[in-house]
T-cell receptor, first 120, second 114 residues
Framework: AQKITQTQPGMFVQEKEAVTLDCTYDTSDPSYGLFWYKQPSSGEMIFLIYQGSYDQQNATEGRYSLNFQKARKSANLVISASQLGDSAMYFCAMREGLNAGGTSYGKLTFGQGTILTVHP | DADVTQTPRNRITKTGKRIMLECSQTKGHDRMYWYRQDPGLGLRLIYYSFDVKDINKGEISDGYSVSRQAQAKFSLSLESAIPNQTALYFC?????????????FGPGTRLLVL
């Protein structure tokens, strides 16, 4: 079964508008972390934002925020005031599990990605 | 200078050839990873290493091998390249800091196997 699902292959948004990129996940582990990465056309992977399963508040980083709905197992990325430079592929990823020492297993599982195009 | 570097950045090779992709990092991280990216499939983990003496297979390790020469260096080898190994390959690093542990990626290597 797919652990991370991004159902929107492509999204379009007008410059300066807000956009939401969907991500749902599947895990039975109570301890997990959710990540979003941006991949511009140049190819590099850029870390954007993190949400922990025990975090009480939704994560925010500048124009990025994460709409975390734990019961629905969704972790949608919201980009406010879109800019032309936001046009890129966006990946949602999840890390499960803590070992006995309290550190994570470290492995990420990625979704298929969503291509965002920002129109002027 | 970039914290995580990959060489080469682009490579074209022929079926059956052996090829090595190299990754170096100056972040001082213990953990290193190799992923491949295929269109529509996201990134998939090939191998990972939590320290120099700890190397583990990921979900798609068949046809690949790795070597962790030092804390800062992690190489991926394709022993006998085949066309379906054409992909974008990423190296990543992280430091075990609990749940906020974040992976930082290199620029990627585009590999074409003819």
């Amino acid at each position: 079964a797919q652990k991370i699902t991004q159902t929107q292959p492509g999204m379009f948004v007008q410059e300066k508008e807000a956009v939401t990129l969907d991500c749902t996940y599947d895990t039975s582990d109570p301890s997990y972390g959710l990540f979003w990465y941006k991949q511009p056309s140049s190819g590099e992977m850029i870390f954007l934002i993190y949400q922990g399963s025990y975090d009480q508040q939704n994560a925010t980083e500048g124009r990025y925020s994460l709409n975390f709905q734990k019961a629905r197992k969704s972790a949608n990325l919201v980009i406010s005031a879109s800019q032309l430079g936001d046009s890129a592929m966006y990946f949602c990823a999840m890390r499960e599990g803590l070992n006995a020492g309290g550190t994570s297993y470290g492995k990420l599982t990625f979704g298929q990605g969503t291509i965002l195009t920002v129109h002027p | 200078d970039a914290d995580v570097t990959q060489t080469p950045r682009n490579r074209i090779t022929k079926t059956g050839k052996r090829i090595m992709l190299e990754c170096s990092q100056t972040k001082g991280h213990d953990r290193m990873y190799w992923y491949r990216q295929d269109p529509g499939l996201g990134l998939r983990l090939i191998y990972y290493s939590f320290d120099v003496k700890d190397i583990n297979k990921g979900e798609i390790s068949d046809g690949y091998s790795v070597s962790r020469q030092a804390q800062a260096k992690f190489s991926l080898s394709l022993e006998s390249a085949i066309p379906n190994q054409t992909a974008l390959y990423f190296c990543a690093t992280s430091d075990p800091t609990g749940w906020r542990e974040t992976q930082y990626f290199g620029p990627g290597t585009r590999l074409l196997v003819l």
